[in-house]
Every structure is written in C-alpha cells, then in structure tokens.
C-alpha cells in the first residue's frame, strides 16, 4: 500500500509538468499578439518592442518556459492585463468563494445522489427505480442555466424568499451568516443539480451489478440478515463511487461559468469568463493551471482511496 | 407459523434422532420469467439421513442448483414460486420466519458454490470473511473467532494458514480458494452440507483433491451432504447414494452402484454411454439425440418421451409413475423392470 501510494505521488510529476506545458503554451496558442490585449493595435513600434522584451516574449520559447515555471514553482503566477493586481490575489479569492458553492453542491449533489441511485438499484425495476430516474435523468437533461433563472423567478422574484444574485447585500465577501447562506441556497441548488443525477446513475447501476453477483447469496446462504449484507454491499460498491464522486467534485470547482454568471457569484468560472472577454492571458493561464493541478490532485486522492477501499486495486 | 409446532420440535429429542435429517416431499419450484413462467422443479421427495452423502446427478438447467437453494429458501422471493415441504430436524424451513431462518443458514445447514472467486466477497480477506459466520452464530469475540478461523484453515489443509488467513480471494489459487469456501461452510459444525459442482471451476488435479477432502471431513464431522455434479465420476467416487435429475424431477434414485452399474430410466442409461468409462478407447461414444425440454413449455407426459430411444409414444401424454423396485431404489419409467441390464456399461 505504502509503495503503492509513493508510486501514485511520483505518477504526478511528469503530468503537472505536462500541465504547465499546456498552459504555458495557451499564450502562443490563443489567436492574435498576446500583447494586444496590454496596448492597442495601433500603439508605436518601439512601445510594443519595450514591452516584448518586458514581458520576455523576445526569449527563445525554451527559456520562456523555464522562466515561467520558476514564476509557478516560486508562487507568482503574473500580474492581471486589466487590474494590474497579482493574480494570485485574485484567484485565492474566487477559489475560495466557488469552493463555497462547490462544497454546499457537492453535500446536496452526493448525498441526494447516492440515497436515489441506492434505493433504485436495491429495488431494480420496481416503481421507486422508475420515480428515481425519471428523477435523475430531468436531472442531468435540464440545462442549469434555464433551472437557475427559473429558481430565480420563483424564488426571488415572485415569492420573494430568497435573494436573486450576489454573495450578500454588500455584494462580495462571505460569512457564516443566515443573509450569506441565503444568498447561497439557489445557485448550491443550481449546481447540485447534474452531479445528483450523474451520481444516482452510477450508484444505480454499480449497487445493481454488485446484488446480481453471486457473493451476496453467499453472504445470504452464511445467515446474514439484512443489514449486514448491506454493508458487504457498500463496501463493494465504494471504490467505484469514491472514483465518481471524485470527478464530479473536480467539475464543481471548475465553478461553472453559467451558473456564477447568472447569480453573479465571483468565483472561478465568473473569473475565467472575464478573464476569456478581457483577453487576461495572466489571469487566464493562472486560473487554468490552478483548476488543472485540482484536478491532478483530486485524481490522486481518489486513487488512494480506491487502493484503501479495494485491495485488488493495489496490485497495479 | 403455529407456536405450538417449535416446542413439539424441540422437546421430541428421541424420535427426532431416528427421523431423517431430511425429508422434502412434494417441492416445486418455478420462476417468472419474460418468456413465461418456468417449471424449474417439479415434484421433488427424498429423505436424507445423518452423515449420508447424496449426489445430485443430471445436466445444465435440470434443476439441481434449485433444488439446493430450494432447500435453504435462497431463491429470490419475488420472482420464484416454491411449493412443498422441506423439514430439516423435523422444522419446516418454509414456514419458519425469515428471522429464524437466517439462524440456521450457515449455521444447521450450509452451502460451497461453484465458483469460489465469485462466492466470496473481494474486498473481505479470508480470516475476515470466516469470523464474521462464526461470530454471527455464536457470539464469540472477534479474536475468538479468527482463532477458530484459523482452525479451520489448518482443517482444510491450507498450507501456510495463518498467512492465507490475512489473504483477499484474489491473492489465492483455485483450489486454495475453494477449500477456504469449505472452511467457511464448515465454520458452525453444520448438520447438512450443500455443494453446488464444488469441482466443476477446478483443475482436474485439484478437483480429486477437492472431493477427497470432502469426503473425509464428511466423515470426521459425521455431517450429510449433498453434492451437485454433472460429473458421472464424481458421483461414483463420492456418492452413498444417487439421484439422477432430468426437468426438475428425480428420474431415477438408488444407492451409487445400483444407479450407475444397472440404470433403470433410459436417461440414467443415456448419460452412461454418453460417458468416458473404463477403457474405450477405440470406441465412439454414444450422445442423447435432441436437447433437453423448455421448462416454460414442459410435455404433459414424461419430460424424456421426446429423447426416448425406447419410447412407443404412449409416455408422450401421460407421465409415468414412480416405479419402487426395492426400498430407496426408483426410478420414474414404464420400462423400470425391463430394464433390468439392458445396458451393457463397460467396467
């Protein structure tokens, strides 16, 4: 297990380089002189020379590289285009609001996922499997946007229960407050709504597929009663749905730039779209690369606890 | 169930020891499916007595899983419908709660499956998945139990025992993996033994093993046992006695040299020749013409009729009766007498 884990960890040098990479060369991917977005089109010659030599873009890619990921490794990921402010800065903040919304989502999502995905797959083909997935799929088919400005109708605007947009009153800045919690509800709600779904889905089938093999007779055939054969069944059925699970949580920090556009909740998906309009490549690159390397890390987490939960796991 | 039928088990300690461990009359057994509903068991008795090992004899789909099944009530209860008496140390198994019933699974009587790699859950280890019986049954501590777990390892002749105790299902061989099921369904001492073709996902070096194993615990814990097998050999190397199963009926039934040396139901006769005996080399074996019966479309007379070397056509409508050659020797033919060794078995 220990070796196992080790491996898994050295596993992610290599991609977290790869994902600098990637990053990195979103700069000369992307149409157009990343310096248009800093000066005009029309701006003088040598005013476009000083600042390509600024910002190193008259180095050799090679060593542009290296540079960058000395600026990465060392915690300075650029200033922003059009604030000037350190990106940093800004992505701690809007990370740490989206992780607000993510968790709340994730807490909804899972826990309503996995009751529904369960009792549809322990009683496969009866009429609660039927009510739990016409659930689940409404679930995943509605798109959110539309789900979240209906929410919004109802909700605030003609019951007038709960706030429409923003974090609070203020507009940014949370607490643990009952005015922040309001002003979280919908856009949790929003968001919890696919990973229920995608979540109930595969909780159906993995709990349908583990009653179905022959061990749980055999648990039966030992005189187990019930619930003790329902916890063989979740411990079989946990690997696969930590792996799920795992995913669905690196979806949600992404933020999603409908949903935070909608509620105008300033997390990451509302920074990568003004990032993407402004033409912020700092910021831009910044967000993508935290994003990427979440994910990077929540993949390794998940494939340690694959390996704690499944023993035939830790062989490869 | 009626209160009174317990303590009346319980107190008639004398004649219960002369009874039969087992004693099933009249068991059917069908299941809904898409295609109709299908007659998997129909019509099953037998007795069963302590320490006496029985082998169940017949082909794929014949009905002789259910019938083990049947006998613990593991089939599932919304898609199967099962009729008749069980009666194991004189309690009706279909009449008792489930809550009872979980008492004596594993514990009274208890099951070894085909297929160990399926039959045992992967994420448990071994020692795990033994203590957890023994504990489940009789209340001991856990470190109790991994004890006796170990034990019983050692029981199996599982080289290495203690190591294989913390070992997961996937981390053993085949045969490693079926005698930790046996051990495992040896954990409570029980009085009746269920083996479902125990050697059927083996090497043939391992199944001889396997079944002599068998064998011998069978003796030391004066336990009975019936043994599912498709495997004529099988039955003639373990078996006190036989019942051969065609389309959910015993067709024929006798101690093991009497059904295998004199068959007395063309089917019985059939699956002989159809088999590799003795020295026949040079010699083409014989096969059963046409395919067993659809179990959603059963033939009102005798299920074999159709594949029938002998038949006149008068068995086609009407089934044929037990036919009582001598106490415990039946078989279900109108030709039961006349078969009389009609066929010559290479020996």
Same mark, same amino acid.
């Given at each position: ?24 060369? +979103? !700069? ?140 609070? =009153? ?16 919908? =856009? ?21 597929? !583990? ?71 700092? +910021? ?33 | ?24 009359? *009249? ?8 295609? *109709? ?311």
């Amino acid at each position: 297990m220990f070796a196992y884990i080790l491996r898994r960890i050295l596993y992610i040098v290599p991609i977290a380089l790869g994902v600098t990479l990637l990053v990195f060369a +979103l !700069v000369h991917i992307a149409p157009g002189d990343p310096l248009n977005a800093v000066v005009g089109p029309d701006a003088p010659a040598e005013v476009v020379e000083s600042l390509r030599r600024a910002y190193g873009f008259d180095r050799p890619l090679p060593v542009q590289y290296l540079i960058y990921l000395g600026n990465v490794l060392t915690g300075d990921l650029g200033q922003s285009v059009a604030t000037g402010r350190p990106v940093v800065a800004d992505l701690g903040r809007a990370l740490g609001n989206t992780l607000i919304l993510s968790v709340g989502a994730a807490i909804v999502g899972f826990t309503s996922g996995i009751l529904l995905g369960a009792l549809a797959g322990w009683h496969r083909g009866g009429l609660t499997d039927r009510l739990a997935t016409l659930v689940t799929v409404i679930g995943v088919s509605v798109p959110h946007y539309w789900l979240g400005m209906v929410l919004v109708i109802v909700m605030a605007v003609e019951l007038n229960l709960l706030p429409a947009m923003g974090m609070a =009153p203020g507009g940014e800045g949370w607490g643990f407050t009952t005015t922040h919690l309001k002003h979280a509800v919908l =856009p949790v709600i929003t968001m919890s709504v696919i990973p229920m779904g995608i979540v109930a889905r595969s909780v159906r089938a993995t709990v349908a597929e !583990v009653l179905q093999q022959e061990f749980v007779q055999a648990l039966r055939a030992k005189g187990l009663g019930r619930g003790p054969v329902l916890r063989h069944v979740v411990r079989n059925v946990a690997p696969t749905i930590v792996s799920v699970l795992g995913l669905q949580f690196g979806y949600l920090l992404g933020g999603s730039i409908l949903i935070e556009t909608v509620f105008s909740w300033p997390g990451t998906g509302f920074l990568l779209n003004e990032a993407i309009f402004k033409r912020d490549i700092p +910021l831009l690159q910044g967000t993508i690369l935290m994003l990427g390397l979440f994910f990077v890390l929540l993949n390794l987490l998940v494939d340690i606890a694959q390996a704690a939960l499944d023993p035939r796991m830790r062989r490869s | 169930m009626p209160p009174e039928s317990i303590p009346a088990a319980a107190t008639d300690a004398a004649p219960a020891a002369a009874a039969p461990l087992l004693s099933v009359s *009249g068991l059917t057994v069908s299941f809904d499916t898409p295609r *109709g509903r299908a007659s998997a068991i129909n019509g099953v008795d037998f007795t069963l007595k302590r320490g006496e090992l029985l082998c169940l004899l017949g082909e794929s789909g014949s009905g002789k899983s259910v019938t083990l099944r049947a006998l613990m009530r593991l089939l599932p209860e919304r898609r199967s419908r099962v009729a008749g008496s069980v009666l194991l140390n004189g309690e009706d198994v279909y009449r008792l709660p489930e809550r009872r019933m979980e008492r004596l699974r594993g514990k009274a009587i208890s099951m070894v499956f085909q297929e160990p790699m399926l039959a045992l859950d992967p994420v448990y280890t071994i020692g795990q998945q033994i203590a957890e019986t023994i504990v489940r049954h009789e209340g001991t501590s856990a470190a109790e139990a991994e004890r006796r777990a170990l034990e019983l390892l050692e029981k199996v002749q599982i080289p290495s025992a203690k190591r294989r105790l913390h070992a997961y299902p996937h981390e053993m061989s085949g045969g490693m993996r079926q005698r930790a099921m046996i051990a495992l369904a040896l954990s409570c001492n029980p009085s009746l033994l269920l083996a479902d073709e125990p050697t059927t996902a083996l090497d043939a070096t391992v199944q001889m093993q396997i079944l002599l194993l068998l064998r011998q615990l069978q003796a030391e814990l004066d336990m009975a046992v019936i043994l599912v097998t498709h495997d004529i050999g099988v039955a003639a190397e373990t078996a006190d006695r036989v019942a051969v199963m065609y389309a959910g009926r015993f067709v024929e039934l006798g101690s093991a040299r009497q059904v295998l040396k004199d068959p007395r139901h063309p089917y019985t006769a059939g699956l002989l020749a159809s088999t590799v005996q003795g020295d026949m080399r040079g010699r083409p074996l014989d096969t059963i013409p046409g395919a067993p019966p659809d179990l959603t479309a059963l033939p009102p007379g005798c299920a074999y009729a159709p594949r029938c070397p002998y038949g006149d056509g008068s068995t086609l409508t009407a089934s044929p009766p037990e036919v009582w050659l001598e106490p415990g020797r039946m078989a279900r033919c109108v030709r039961a007498k006349a078969m009389a060794g009609a066929t010559a078995v290479a020996d």
